[in-house]
């Protein structure tokens, strides 16, 4: 005899049932290709954009800390100062990327599409771009994009870094005290220069206050020119 159902079955359509298939599917293949991409890299970088919550950032920083890669963290990311990550840093601002971003295979990038314009200069260049965030949107029509909450993609995160990857970082953490020093003495050269303005202006707030820099050019203005001795709490729309 047929079972018998004790209760109402929910609705269902066989396109739905597809199209939830083959979204498993293209997140299965992207966290494959993902894994290999890291595997491989050899001149690497970690591209913080912003983060939701205290859970998402803790998860970036299990990730950047277990890679020992270089890493450029917006100050939404909630990391930019973080004294666990001061080792790979980099502080230098978009000049230094602007300077290096052809040097870099791989990028990763966790979190909120950055405001960095070296994200705009990874569309046509040969770098393999590997996003990661719980956002509906990649950012860059050729990156490898893999829908999902940072501290789920955290969970099993079992990739270290190498022994090329930490010599990479090594040479772009040279190149990028000295970028930082040039910046510094800029600031004080050019006290009136609006940069200079955001550097005493990150100074003069207290530590752990909220800022909220608007738009896409106070945001790159705070990344390149705030004090990273200060922790802030900083949003942006």
Do not use: M
Request: aromatic share 8%; with cysteine; glycine share 4%.
């Amino acid at each position: 005899d047929e079972p018998l159902l004790d209760a109402e079955i929910a609705p269902w359509s066989l396109p739905t049932l597809f199209r939830e298939l083959k979204v498993k599917a293209l997140d299965v293949l992207a966290r494959a290709e993902i894994s290999k991409a890291i595997e491989q890299a050899e001149r690497p970088l970690i591209l913080l954009g912003g983060l939701e919550d205290a859970n998402e950032i803790k998860a970036a920083l299990e990730i950047c800390s277990a890679l020992e890669w270089p890493v450029y963290a917006e100050a939404c990311s909630g990391l930019r100062e973080s004294s666990q990550l001061q080792k790979f840093l980099l502080r230098g601002g978009e000049q230094l990327l602007s300077h290096v971003h052809k040097k870099f295979d791989v990028v990763l990038r966790l979190g909120s599409v950055p405001t960095t314009r070296l994200w705009r200069d990874l569309e046509n260049g040969t770098c393999k771009v590997l996003s990661v965030s719980p956002l509906n949107f990649a950012g860059l029509s050729q990156s490898v994009f893999l829908q999902c909450r940072i501290l789920d993609f955290a969970q099993g995160f079992s990739h270290r870094g190498n022994a090329k990857q930490k010599e990479w970082q090594k040479q772009i953490a040279s190149i990028d005290t000295k970028a930082s020093q040039f910046n510094l003495s800029l600031f004080v050269k050019y006290p009136l220069a609006e940069p200079s303005l955001v550097r005493a202006i990150s100074e003069f707030v207290e530590e752990d206050e909220t800022i909220y820099v608007g738009n896409s050019l106070p945001i790159r203005h705070w990344d390149f020119a705030a004090s990273h001795d200060r922790k802030h709490q900083v949003f942006a729309n």
